[in-house]
């Protein structure tokens, strides 16, 4: 079985320029870009009551990235974190008594 999930832009926060010492510009927000969950499940049934299994949670490698911009910023310097997160594999064997 191969599931997918699939989340679009979300806007997080808004960044407040008077708070933060006119760090930010006015109207700029905080986003989550598209990303795509890829999970695996895999069973072998070797007889009624034992089976093989391998399970893949991310197995499409799932990018985690942020951006914080308003109008006035320009393309260039929208990115502000950006993390990569490896698959996890599990495998082994299940019995029933």
């Known amino acids: 079985m191969v ?5 679009s832009t979300q806007r997080l926060s808004y960044d407040d320029y008077t708070t933060n010492g006119g760090r930010y510009d006015p ?3 905080t986003y989550l870009l598209p990303t795509v969950h890829v ?5 072998i049934y070797l007889t009624h009551g034992i089976s093989l299994f391998i399970n893949g949670r ?5 990018k985690y990235q942020l951006q914080a911009y308003s109008p006035a910023t ?13 698959p996890v ?6 019995a029933k008594f």
């Open 58 to 62: 991310d197995i499409n490698k799932y």
């Open 89 to 94: 594999w599990t495998a082994g064997i299940k």
């Open 27 to 29: 109207l700029t927000y």
């Open 39 to 43: 999970d695996m499940d895999l069973s």
């Open 3 to 7: 599931n997918g999930k699939w989340d």
């Open 74 to 86: 320009p393309q260039y310097a929208t990115n502000l974190e950006k993390d990569y997160y490896q």
